[in-house]
């Protein structure tokens, strides 16, 4: 796949997507790793969403969220930049029976949603890293997202983390000439520009950086959480772990709150983040 000219490329996004395919919708239930991370998505998603909330998830992929806010009773409409991604949503939904729940759907980049009018959604999710897609046009992603809130409404988003995807990879990371990773690390970006022979293009983030930017788009942080923390490189030892009920719960609870403490944001693989939009 040709990789794109600018940082941001709506395009080349779209295209990325649309080739992933299928893999999106296994991508959190593949490892227990992956089970873990999913996990504490959902669990976020739980806390701050009532049923009867209009939703935007926007970015919304095969559909593995979609699902759980279907359960919530929320009255769902889902966007996604990537087309194929938009079908496999619609196909899971009717396969795994949450088709009652989405309201629309509709191919929006997070960058434009001039289609929905100002304070539109009680919610806005935005899971699985939109806003690391859009590298310098995150500022305005997140007042996109904000507009289309209530007062008092709320946003739950993620971005891929630096130092968590160092942690995760870290035996791929220092295949990278040291002078490459040092512009990586000082940047965040993954790009044509600073690893060209790379084939997934998005900006990672430190949390300090993160709760920077959300809060000088006026969107105050309820909640900070790494994806996963203390399981990340437990990959061999989870199999058995996983097996066992009552050790692969406490490693749940464990996680969830690990993940909110200060020293281990950023040391998961994507930082997620709820903020509340305030009124004025």
């Known amino acids: 796949m040709k990789p794109p000219i600018d940082s941001y490329d709506p395009a080349w996004v779209a295209r990325y997507f649309d080739e992933f395919g299928g893999k999106e919708w296994e991508r959190l239930t593949r490892t227990p790793v992956d089970e873990v991370s999913l996990h504490v998505h959902s669990q976020l998603l739980q806390r701050h969403l009532r049923p009867g909330m209009k939703v935007l998830e926007i970015g919304a992929g095969a559909g593995r969220f979609t699902q759980i806010i279907a359960a919530l009773r929320c009255e769902i409409t889902v966007a996604d930049i990537s087309e194929g991604q938009l079908k496999l949503n619609r196909a899971k939904a009717a396969e795994h029976g949450f088709a009652a729940a989405v309201r629309d759907s509709c191919v929006l980049d997070i960058c434009d949603l001039r289609r929905f009018a100002d304070g539109e959604f009680d919610a806005v999710v935005a899971y699985g890293g939109p806003i690391s897609y859009v590298f310098d046009r995150a500022d ?28 995760r990879y870290l035996g791929d990371v220092l295949q990278i000439p040291p002078a490459q990773n040092k512009v990586i690390t000082d940047t965040g970006d993954l790009s044509p520009a600073t690893l060209p022979e790379n084939k997934h293009y998005c900006r990672m983030y430190r949390a300090a950086g993160f709760r920077e930017m959300l809060e000088r788009n006026h969107l105050p942080v309820v909640a900070l959480s790494a994806s996963n923390s203390l399981s990340l490189r437990w990959e061999s030892e989870l199999a058995a772990i996983r097996q066992d009920p009552v050790k692969w719960q406490e490693l749940l609870r464990l996680e969830l709150e690990a993940c909110a403490e200060p020293g281990c944001l950023d040391s998961g693989t994507h930082l997620i983040a709820v903020c509340a939009k305030e009124g004025g």
């Open 140 to 167: 305005g992603a997140l007042q996109e997202c904000r507009r289309v809130l209530k007062d008092g409404g709320v946003l739950l988003c993620s971005v891929m983390s630096l130092w968590g995807t160092c942690h």
